[in-house]
C-alpha cells in the first residue's frame, strides 16, 4: 500500500495525462513570485519575502493542523479514520476503475501523513516537532502494515485483476497500478495462513524498527581515553574530560597518522550495532521467504531494471573486471605519491584512497576549489539551473513569499515551478543551509505527491531539497565549490522528476519508481553541470563579473577521471556486499568475515583488524539490495546524455523527448521500457559496464591544451 512512500532520495522532471483524464485549468500567475537568483543572493530580498506575510499564519507546509507539534496526533488521527472509511468503500465497489482510484486515494491520505513525516522528524529544528514526527511515522507505518495484510481489501482488488474484460478496458497505467497495489499485498504475504501474516506484519514492524536503530548508530561517534593517541593529533578531535570523540574518518586530513587513527576509531566494532545489523538482515531473509522468495534481494529487486540478483552480480562481476587493470595504476599512482610524501609508511591503506587520490588531481590539474567558488555563487547556480530547464524543458522558477508557521526555518526558500504553457506544476523547498542539529546530507523528499483528484483539479506535487550550505557573509553571497555546485544539480534532477512525473495516481508520481531508474534524473544532472557551454550561461565571478575561463572548467572535468576507476572500484565492493549480505542465508560466515573476504577480493586494499565499516553502512537501510542502483543509474545517464544531449544540451526538442519518454511517467511504466523509449534500443549490461567505463578515457583535447 506504501511501497511507494517515504523515499528519501540521497547523494532526481508536469506532464500533460495521456489523453485519458481531464486536463487540469492552467494556473494562473502569481504576482508574489520573484527571480530566483535574487531570492538566494540578496538579503533585502529575503527580508522581503518573508516580511509581506507576517500577518497570515498556517502549519508546516501550510497544512493547518501543523502550527504546533501536537498538531501530528490530529493529522495521523484524521488520515487512519479516513482510511478506514476508504478500505470499506474499496470493499464494496465492483471491480473497476474505481477500485484503482479508491486504492490510490487510500495511498495518498497515508503518505501525506507518512512523508511529511519522514522529513520532519530529521530536519525541524524542534525537538518536540521531530518526536512527534517521529511517532506519525510509526503509526501509519504500523497500519500500513495491517493493511498489506488485509485479506478483504486484497480479495477487492483481486476481483478487479482476474476480471479479463474489465482489466483489458484499462488504460496501461492504471493497469500497472493495480498490478503494483497487489504486488504489496503479495510481498506481505497476504496469500498466507492468518498465523503467518501475523508473523510477516510483526516482522515487518520489528524491521522497521531495527532499521532506525542501526541508522541512529551508524553516526554516533565513538570514545577513546585521550592519553592513547599521540599528543600533537589530539587537537584533531573533539576533547570531552579525559576522553576524545571521534565523529567522522578526517578522510581530508593530510596527517596520515590522524587519518589512521580516526579510521580505527570510528570503525571499531560495537556489539550492540553488530547485534543489530545482524538482525536486521537474519529479519529480512526471515520475511522473503515467509513470503515466497528465496533471498531477500529477490524480494527487493523485483520490478527493478535489473530484475533479479543474478541479473546484478552479473553487471558487478564484469564492470569489476573492466576496472581491474585501471584500478591497479590508481593504486599504484596513489602509493608513489604516499612514498614521496611519507617515505617511512608507504603502504596504502583504505584510510588513504580519499586524501591521495584527492592530491594526484589538485597536483596534476591545479583544482584549488577556492578558485572556484567566487564563480559559484547560489543565486548565480540557480539562475543557471532556471536557464537550463526554461530551455530545455519550457519551466521557469519563482520564489514565492510563504506564510508564518510555513517553514521550519527562516531561511528555508519557496520555488514555484512554472510552465510556459501549463502554468503552475509543484513547489520545491528549498532547505539549502547548515544549521545545529540537522543532518549533513544532500537529500530529496517528496513530502506530497502529486495526482489527479476525483474533482478533475490535479494535486500538485511538494518536495524539499535539503542540501548543507554555507551561509552568505557581509561580504559574500553564498559561494559553493565546484562538488555542491554538482549536488545541487543532482539534486534539483530529482525535484524536476517530482515536478514532471505528473502521473494520474499518487502511487506511481515522480520518484516514486524502481530505485535503479530513480538516480538516472538526477544524475544525468551532473553531466549538465560538468559541461561548458551550460556553466557558462551562469559561472560569473560575484565581484568582477568575469565569466569563469573554459580552461578551468575542463581541468575540473578531467581532474575527476583521475582515480576514477578505483573510486568506482570501491563503489562495486560496496554493491557486493550489498548483494552478499542481502543474499542466501544462514551467512556462511560473519558479516565482519564477509566484509573483510569482499574487500581483499572485489576492492583490493586490505582489510584492517579490528574495524567493521559495515557497521557505519548506512545505506544497507534505505538501499537494501539495491546499492548496485547508483552505478547503473550512472550507465543509464551517460548513455542518455552522450546519445541525446552531448552535441547539444540545450536541444529542446530532445528535452521534450526526455520529458516524454522518461520523466513524465514516473513509476507508470517499467524502468527498461522508458530507458528504451529514450535510446530507442534495449541495452544489455555490456552496454551499462561500457558506458561507465568509456566515462574514465581522458579528454586528450584537454590534456594536450594544459600540456
Known amino acids: 500500500m506504501l511501497a511507494g512512500c517515504r523515499r528519501a532520495l540521497p547523494a532526481a522532471l508536469g506532464r500533460v495525462l495521456r489523453g485519458r483524464a481531464a486536463r487540469p485549468g492552467r494556473r494562473a500567475v502569481s504576482t508574489s513570485w520573484c527571480p530566483v537568483g535574487a531570492a538566494f543572493d540578496a538579503k533585502q530580498q529575503q527580508q522581503q519575502l518573508r516580511g509581506s506575510a507576517a500577518g497570515r499564519e498556517t502549519g508546516l507546509f501550510g497544512v493547518p493542523e501543523l502550527s504546533c507539534p501536537e498538531g501530528f496526533q490530529e493529522a495521523q488521527d484524521k488520515a487512519l479514520q479516513e482510511s478506514e472509511q476508504l478500505v470499506q468503500k474499496a470493499c464494496s465497489t465492483p471491480p473497476g476503475p474505481k477500485t484503482v482510484m479508491i486504492f490510490d486515494q487510500l495511498s495518498d491520505g497515508l503518505c501525506r501523513v507518512a512523508d511529511l513525516a519522514d522529513f520532519v522528524k530529521i530536519a525541524h529544528p524542534d525537538f518536540a516537532f521531530r518526536e512527534a514526527a517521529e511517532e506519525a511515522c510509526r503509526s501509519i507505518g504500523t497500519m500500513v502494515e495491517k493493511l498489506n495484510t488485509d485479506v478483504e481489501l486484497c480479495q477487492s482488488l483481486r476481483r478487479l485483476l482476474a476480471d479479463e474484460i474489465v482489466m483489458s478496458s484499462l488504460d496501461p497505467e492504471t493497469r500497472r497500478v493495480a498490478e503494483l497495489f497487489m504486488f504489496d499485498f503479495e510481498i506481505s504475504g497476504i496469500h498466507l495462513d492468518e498465523e503467518k501474516r501475523k508473523k510477516a506484519v510483526n516482522l515487518n514492524i520489528r524491521i522497521l524498527d531495527l532499521c532506525n536503530e542501526f541508522l541512529t548508530g551508524t553516526h554516533l561517534p565513538n570514545k577513546i581515553d585521550k592519553h592513547v593517541l599521540p599528543e600533537h593529533i589530539r587537537y584533531n578531535f573533539t576533547a570531552e574530560g579525559n576522553y576524545l570523540q571521534v565523529a567522522g574518518l578526517h578522510a581530508d586530513c593530510p596527517d596520515d597518522l590522524v587519518r589512521e587513527a580516526a579510521y580505527k576509531i ?216 565546484p562538488g555542491m555546485m554538482e549536488n545541487l544539480f543532482h539534486e534539483m534532477g530529482h525535484a524536476m522528476h517530482s515536478m514532471l512525473g505528473r502521473t494520474r495516481y499518487q502511487h506511481v508520481t515522480g520518484t516514486r519508481c524502481p530505485t535503479d531508474f530513480a538516480e538516472v534524473p538526477s544524475i544525468l544532472m551532473e553531466y549538465f553541470a560538468n559541461d561548458y557551454r551550460v556553466v557558462n550561461q551562469f559561472a560569473r565571478h560575484y565581484k568582477t563579473g568575469q565569466p569563469l575561463p573554459k580552461n578551468m572548467v575542463s581541468r575540473l572535468c578531467e581532474s575527476k577521471k583521475v582515480c576514477a576507476a578505483a573510486d568506482m572500484q570501491l563503489q562495486v565492493f560496496y554493491a557486493a556486499l550489498d548483494q552478499i549480505y542481502h543474499g542466501k542465508h544462514p551467512l556462511k560466515k560473519s558479516t565482519t568475515e564477509i566484509l573483510k573476504e569482499t574487500q581483499e577480493k572485489v576492492y583490493g586494499l586490505p582489510y584492517v583488524p579490528n574495524t567493521a565499516w559495515q557497521l557505519r553502512f548506512s545505506h544497507l537501510v534505505g538501499y537494501g539490495a539495491k546499492y548496485y542502483s547508483y552505478l547503473m543509474s550512472r550507465a543509464v545517464a551517460s548513455m542518455v546524455w552522450k546519445q541525446c544531449f552531448a552535441q547539444d544540451p540545450f536541444d529542446r526538442a530532445m528535452g521534450e523527448r526526455y520529458r516524454r519518454e522518461m520523466l513524465a511517467h514516473g513509476g507508470g511504466k517499467e524502468p527498461i521500457l522508458m530507458v528504451q523509449g529514450m535510446l530507442q534500443k534495449s541495452p544489455s549490461v555490456e552496454d551499462f559496464v561500457d558506458a561507465l567505463v568509456s566515462d574514465l578515457d581522458q579528454d586528450f583535447e584537454t590534456f594536450i591544451m594544459d600540456s
Open 266 to 481: 570510528f570503525l571499531y566494532p560495537n556489539a550492540e550495532q553488530l547485534s543489530r545489523l545482524e538482525e536486521l538482515l537474519a529479519s529480512r531473509n526471515s520475511l522473503a521467504q515467509l513470503v515466497g522468495y528465496d533471498t531477500f534481494a529477490h524480494r527487493a529487486l523485483q520490478g527493478t531494471m535489473a530484475k533479479n540478483p543474478e541479473t546484478v552480480r552479473q553487471f558487478l562481476e564484469k564492470l569489476s573486471d573492466k576496472l581491474s587493470k585501471r584500478t591497479q595504476k590508481d593504486f599504484e599512482m596513489m602509493t608513489k605519491m604516499k612514498t614521496k610524501l611519507n617515505p617511512q609508511n608507504s603502504k596504502l591503506m583504505p584510510w588513504d584512497h580519499p586524501y591521495y587520490s584527492g592530491v594526484l588531481r589538485a597536483e596534476r590539474y591545479n583544482i584549488d576549489p577556492g578558485l572556484y567558488c567566487p564563480f559559484f555563487s547560489l543565486g548565480a547556480c540557480m539562475e543557471g539551473l532556471n536557464s537550463l530547464f526554461s530551455q530545455l524543458l519550457g519551466i521557469s522558477l519563482y520564489a514565492e513569499q510563504t506564510q508564518r508557521g510555513e517553514v521550519w526555518s527562516e531561511d528555508v526558500r519557496k520555488l514555484a515551478v512554472v510552465h510556459e504553457t501549463e502554468g503552475l506544476l509543484g513547489y520545491i523547498y528549498c532547505d539549502f543551509f547548515q544549521r545545529p542539529d540537522k543532518p549533513h546530507q544532500d537529500c530529496h523528499f517528496t513530502v506530497r505527491g502529486g495526482r489527479l483528484r476525483e474533482n478533475g483539479e490535479y494535486q500538485l506535487p511538494v518536495v524539499v531539497l535539503m542540501l548543507s550550505l554555507p551561509h552568505s557573509t557581509r561580504g559574500a553571497p553564498t559561494l559553493l565549490s
